[in-house]
């Protein structure tokens, strides 16, 4: 049975959001932006036109969320008086609180993402641990467990470079995510993922143990600036392998990209190493490769940037990188994320994908840091 209290507590969270996104100056910023978008010669510089567009589309976002989960309060408000009439059943009124719930803590969640790099999408890389066939095969389940997140968020996903493993899995692959807030939602992936299961490759039947690290950094678009030394920058080709026909064997259409530079978080020398193979056009795949150096070079200011200004050190080892943040042991059912002790039961649901609860709990612990 729905309380008072609790549709009251529901109208308490929507009116505090309100404030927190600053609906009222966000409307005002709306229509002073989409002036700008009315001038004459607006579409002279299409570059410029489309990020303005893109700028207004997401104000515009923003308050068409907000105005939403209102909807929704005002609706199970509604609700509950035409239950106090027996105008409609309990289930129909639980119904209502809970669809008001969670578009409400969807909207809170996206409100933890603030950062100038969280709403962009994502590169995302997936490198087997030492353990041999056994990782390479963890690797490939993670990565078919995030393709799928992908789908079912409606992020497009591409496979811009993969490595297969010597008998089975992956040794590591790279998948481009595009779409709004997928780094601001996929941050929280960071770390080493540990599986514990009885091994299919072990003869004895063992249980054991593997850890796979996965890297998220930012993708960056064309309203970021990035500088690029063409003096530290060579590149080779080579043949792609895999499918893709005869004519991927025949032309050296996949790239490798290597930059020199000084490492910022560092002050060491450095250099990154991109392989690309997403097609089969060379100057495309350079192309490709050049955005994820530029991703790469711009997580690492970012990384300088949150060191300069001092993020509170307690809690720090859960989040950094390289730390195990998620323990998936399939014999006992249960997959642990170690930073916030969020826990669930059903494993296959999330190596199918449904991994939202994990990044909801990161985001409402950590996202407002």
């Not at 409100?111 to 890389?125: F, H, Q, S, T, Y």
């Not at 970021?224 to 080709?237: F, K, V």
């Not at 792609?240 to 290597?258: D, T």
Request: aromatic share 8%; hydrophobic share 35%.
């Amino acid at each position: 049975m729905i309380t008072t209290d609790q549709i009251k507590s529901i109208q308490e969270r929507v009116d505090a959001l309100y404030n927190y996104l600053d609906i009222d100056g966000k409307t005002i910023q709306l229509e002073e932006e989409e002036l700008k978008t009315q001038v004459p010669d607006f579409w002279q510089d299409q570059k410029r036109a489309e990020a303005q567009m893109k700028k207004v589309k997401g104000i515009k976002s923003w308050i068409d969320s907000y105005n939403a989960v209102k909807n929704v309060s005002d609706e199970l408000s509604l609700a509950a008086d035409f239950f106090k009439e027996e105008a409609i059943s309990e289930k129909e009124l639980d119904t209502a609180y809970q669809k008001a719930v969670e578009m409400t803590e969807t909207l809170e969640m996206k409100n933890m993402l603030r950062l100038e790099e969280d709403k962009l999408g994502a590169v995302l890389k997936i490198v087997a641990g030492a353990g041999g066939t056994e990782a390479q095969d963890w690797a490939q389940m993670l990565m078919r467990m995030y393709l799928r997140w992908c789908e079912k968020e409606g992020y497009k996903a591409e496979i811009t470079n993969i490595l297969d493993g010597d008998e089975a899995g992956i040794k590591s692959v790279t998948i481009k995510i595009e779409g709004d807030y997928a780094y601001g939602y996929l941050k929280s992936e960071n770390g080493v993922h540990r599986l514990v299961r009885v091994s299919p490759y072990n003869a004895q039947g063992k249980r054991m143990t593997s850890f796979t690290s996965v890297f998220v950094v930012p993708l960056i678009d064309d309203t970021i600036e990035i500088e690029i030394s063409q003096a530290n920058l060579s590149w080779d080709t080579f043949r792609s392998s895999g499918a893709g026909g005869q004519n991927v064997n025949k032309v050296e259409s996949g790239v490798r990209l290597h930059y020199t530079f000084k490492n910022p978080v560092t002050n060491e020398p450095d250099e990154i190493v991109i392989e690309n193979t997403e097609s089969r056009d060379q100057p495309k795949n350079k192309e490709n490769a050049l955005r994820l150096l530029k991703s790469q070079l711009y997580e690492l200011e970012l990384e300088k940037r949150r060191q300069e200004t001092a993020k509170i050190e307690a809690g720090k080892k859960k989040i950094e990188w390289g730390s195990q943040i998620r323990s998936y042991v399939f014999d006992d059912r249960r997959v642990k994320d170690h930073r916030t002790d969020y826990q669930t039961s059903n494993v296959n649901a999330v190596m199918d994908g449904d991994i939202d609860e994990f990044i909801k709990t990161y985001l409402m612990q950590f996202g407002g840091e």
